[in-house]
């Protein structure tokens, strides 16, 4: 047999090896993969991607321990390499996320609260003078109704009464801020 027979066979007896080999491992190093990932698609482009680079570089021919355990191995470490960047791409996609969160939303926020801070103050001036204050005694210096009717020497059913009406006139006066006083609250309460 000369060398140019020799070079014709070699990549075809090279390609069948190769070929015998990935038959022979890819279904359970795909399982194992799958183990390690939980995903189905990633655990076989991780093992797609081990063959590959074993065929372009040639490698299998030179491995010194036993192919299985090679495989096996190489499987581990992509697969946990794989893993590694995943964490760093979601810490990286939540860090960003949260920052421009926290920039538009202080931006919007104070915006939105001196737009309805502004509107309450002038809803609270078209309140009633007693209606007001106590309003204010009951919301801002957080009096008990009860408190509120003794400080003032009148009774507990004209405290609600007032209030009542304090909250109608100021309902009707913020409708439009509602929707923003809720997500308001449901933030400050969700944290």
Request: glycine share 2%.
């Amino acid at each position: 047999m000369d060398k140019k027979e020799m070079t014709v066979d070699w990549p075809n007896e090279n390609e069948a090896v190769f070929e015998q080999l990935f038959k022979k491992h890819f279904r359970e190093l795909h399982a194992y993969a799958y183990s390690l990932l939980k995903d189905w698609d990633v655990a076989e482009e991780i093992v797609q991607s081990l063959f590959l680079k074993i065929w372009e570089k040639n490698e299998w021919g030179h491995i010194q321990t036993s192919i299985k355990s090679y495989l096996y191995k190489s499987v581990y470490h992509d697969s946990l390499n794989y893993i590694r960047r995943q964490k760093v791409q979601l810490k990286y996609q939540s860090t960003t996320a949260y920052s421009m969160k926290d920039h538009t939303d202080d931006a919007a926020g104070k915006l939105k609260m001196g737009e309805l801070e502004r509107h309450l103050q002038q809803a609270l001036a078209k309140l009633p003078e007693k209606c007001r204050a106590i309003f204010h005694l009951s919301r801002f210096e957080e009096l008990k109704y009860q408190e509120i009717a003794t400080q003032l020497d009148i009774s507990i059913k004209t405290v609600e009464t007032h209030m009542g009406k304090a909250l109608r006139i100021l309902r009707k006066e913020m409708k439009e801020f509602l929707p923003f006083i809720a997500l308001m609250l449901f933030n400050m309460f969700k944290s």
